[in-house]
T-cell receptor, first 111, second 115 residues
C-alpha cells in the first residue's frame, strides 16, 4: 500500500546544512509536501514540489526529487536554532489526492 | 487576516462525556479535514469534507462524528465511544480536494485530555 518513510531524528550544528530525507511508494503521486511543526503548534507548510520537477529552491530551502528512486529531500542551508522542529513529508496520492504522511523527522539544532 | 482557527487550545473532559472541538476557516476553502496526532504516530485522518453537507470517514473515524452545515465550519465531536481520546487534534482546509496542488493549511490545534 501507500507509505511514506522518514528517519525519526536529525541533529546538526548551528550554521551547518540540514538534509531531511523521505521515501514514498506511490508512483502516481502528483505533489509532495514538506511541513514544519513547532512544539504544541499546528503544521506550517514550508514548500511543495510537483512530480514533474527535479528541484525547487526557496530562500534557504532546497527540495530535491528523485522520481526513479521515489526519494524526496529537504535541505535547509545555514540551519538556525529556530529551525528546531519536526518536519513532515507528505505525498498526494490516489484519485482523491488524500495526503499520505510520514511520521516526521525531529530536527535538533545545537549551538 | 485569513486563516484557520481552532478552539479551545486546551480541553479537559471527564471519561464518558462527549466533547465538541471547533474549527473555522475564512479562506473560502471547499475542503476541510480533521486529523489526530499521537506521539510517534504522525497524523491520522479522522474525517474530511469536500463540500457543504457532505463528509467522508477517514482512517480512524470510530468514536468521532462531524457536521458540515456551513462552508467555513467543520466541528468535530469526540464521543464517549472513543476509547482513547487523549491526543492533539488538528484541523486543516484546502481550496479543493481534487485536481491541482490541493495544499492543506492547518489550524493551531486543540489538545484534548481525558481525566
Amino acid at each position: 500500500g501507500e507509505d511514506v518513510e522518514q528517519s525519526l531524528f536529525l541533529s546538526v550544528r548551528e550554521g551547518d546544512s540540514s538534509v531531511i530525507n523521505c521515501t514514498y511508494t506511490d508512483s502516481s503521486s502528483t505533489y509532495l509536501y514538506w511541513y514544519k511543526q513547532e512544539p504544541g503548534a499546528g503544521l506550517q507548510l514550508l514548500t511543495y514540489i510537483f512530480s514533474n520537477m527535479d528541484m525547487k529552491q526557496d530562500q534557504r530551502l532546497t527540495v530535491l526529487l528523485n522520481k526513479k528512486d521515489k526519494h524526496l529531500s529537504l535541505r535547509i542551508a545555514d540551519t538556525q536554532t529556530g529551525d528546531s522542529a519536526i518536519y513532515f513529508c507528505a505525498e498526494a496520492a490516489g484519485n482523491n489526492r488524500k495526503l499520505i504522511w510520514g511520521l516526521g523527522t525531529s530536527l535538533a539544532v545545537n549551538p | 487576516d485569513g486563516g484557520i482557527t481552532q478552539s479551545p487550545k486546551y480541553l479537559f473532559r471527564k471519561e464518558g462525556q462527549n466533547v465538541t472541538l471547533s474549527c473555522e476557516q475564512n479562506l473560502n476553502h471547499d475542503a476541510m479535514y480533521w486529523y489526530r496526532q499521537d506521539p510517534g504516530q504522525g497524523l491520522r485522518l479522522i474525517y474530511y469534507s469536500q463540500i457543504v453537507n457532505d463528509f467522508q470517514k477517514g482512517d480512524i473515524a470510530e468514536g468521532y462524528s462531524v457536521s458540515r452545515e456551513k462552508k467555513e465550519s467543520f466541528p468535530l465531536t469526540v464521543t464517549s465511544a472513543q476509547k482513547n481520546p487523549t491526543a492533539f487534534y488538528l484541523c486543516a482546509s484546502s481550496i479543493r480536494s481534487s485536481g491541482s496542488s490541493d495544499t492543506q493549511y492547518f489550524g493551531p490545534g486543540t489538545r484534548l485530555t481525558v481525566l
